[in-house]
């Protein structure tokens, strides 16, 4: 295996690290954060109050995991990524029922599944753009 796909899956298993480990943190955690840093507690309430349902983070990440499944695995089907991003959304989901003061809300399996499919789309975009050989914009 090349050094550059080695570390690139080795930043796939720890974005899928980060994503349990942000799963079982207390609530205590989470309130601790947004007492040190305002600016997030802000943008996260005001966002929250706009679109309830409406996740960045989990959009952002979905679509981050999916962008690496696909530059990794190639081979790898559209709905296979979506298969596979969805069910680590549902074991995290699923897992954060576990951790204190946390519940799980089907809205942020949505937000994975929203973020798998920006990802897939974006690196479909980029490959249709950029063919292998070619310069951008030729």
Known sequence: MK????????????SVIVVFVGTVVPQPVIVWLRTQVPLFALTWDSLDALLPWFNPLHIIFY????????????QWSR????????TLGLVSETLQLLAPGRTARVSDVLNDLIG?????TLVGLIRRAWR???APGN
């Open 63 to 74: 679509a981050w995991v999916a962008a690496l499944w696909c530059a990794l695995a190639p």
């Open 132 to 134: 292998p050989g070619q």
């Open 79 to 86: 709905w296979s990524i979506i298969l596979l991003g969805g």
């Open 3 to 14: 050094p550059g796909r080695r570390i690139a899956w080795m930043i796939l298993g720890l």
């Open 116 to 120: 798998l499919a920006i990802g897939l």
